[in-house]
């Protein structure tokens, strides 16, 4: 009988899944900005919409592009610069949704 160990294969996926689920949750975050820029005609937080879109658009094709590096060698690293990209575009993100509540709300 062999000892449950950690399978080996599981952990990159679940990272490969978790840029796909961030650069859908990005790209929710910049229609529902676009949209709020839009509407309340706020051209400040039309351009942070369309940012927002182009970081989605970035992680998604980075998420892409880390699967094909995976599949080679599973211990392949995102990157220092990526990483402190995504999370500047997640800060952004959040900022986005709380101005676009704060528009909508008359706030």
């Keep these: 009988m062999t000892a449950a160990g950690r399978d080996p294969g599981l952990q990159p996926e679940r990272t490969l899944l978790a840029w796909s689920r961030t650069a859908l949750v990005l790209a929710a975050d910049a ?3 676009l ?4 509407v309340r005609g706020r051209p400040g937080l039309t351009a942070l919409g369309g940012v927002l879109a182009a970081a989605a658009a970035g992680t998604y094709a980075h998420g892409l592009r880390r699967r094909s590096a995976v599949e080679h060698s599973p211990h ?4 220092r610069w990526w990483m402190r990209g995504l999370t500047a575009a997640v800060v ?5 949704a709380a101005w676009s509540v704060l ?3 008359g706030g």
């Design 31 to 33: 229609l529902l900005v």
């Design 35 to 38: 949209r709020t820029g839009y």
């Design 76 to 79: 392949v690293s995102a990157g």
């Design 92 to 96: 952004l993100a959040a900022g986005g």
């Design 103 to 105: 528009v909508n709300t």
